[in-house]
């Protein structure tokens, strides 16, 4: 995977993990969010820039979601939701890479906490990558 591919694949895979109805009924408000990722991957040579979307939360669909790049697939293989909190595990390909995760949103009314670990295995070499989400709504759905 080349460095330049990592950051929309990654930020494709953070938007399309935990895609579906919610099972609870965290504080949130629904309507147009937005949210900033922070990705970290040590031992690159360079720092993968921040990336911010914005989305349309609603009460069907309480945690981000986006469809996949061209070649992925991921599955859920676990989710949970408690209180505020949706924890979720994951596994994808993506034209030939295997990848797997787990991750974690904290909300509260208009603002949500999150955080994505995963690990990569490209060719044999194994990557970790650590991603932080902030989200805050920001207004009504257009």
């Not at 995977?1 to 938007?15: D, Q, Y």
């Not at 349309?56 to 859920?76: A, E, F, H, I, Y």
């Not at 603002?111 to 989400?133: A, I, K, L, P, S």
Request: proline fraction near 7%; aromatic fraction near 6%; include cysteine.
């Amino acid at each position: 995977m080349k460095i330049r591919s990592i950051a929309p694949f990654t930020v494709s895979l953070l938007l399309g993990v935990a895609a579906g109805p919610a099972l609870g009924a965290p504080d949130v408000q629904t309507g147009m969010w937005e949210v900033h990722v922070k990705t970290e991957m040590p031992g690159m040579p360079m720092a993968i820039p921040p990336v911010t979307h914005r989305y349309c939360l609603t009460k069907k669909d309480l945690v981000p979601n986006s469809s996949p790049q061209p070649g992925q697939t991921c599955r859920m293989v676990d989710r949970k939701t408690s209180g505020n909190t949706v924890t979720w595990r994951v596994e994808c390909n993506s034209n030939g890479y295997h990848s797997s995760g787990t991750g974690k949103i904290q909300f509260s009314g208009t603002r949500y906490h999150g955080e994505m670990t995963f690990h990569m295995n490209e060719g044999g070499q194994v990557m970790e990558m650590h991603q932080v989400m902030e989200g805050r709504r920001v207004g009504a759905c257009k």
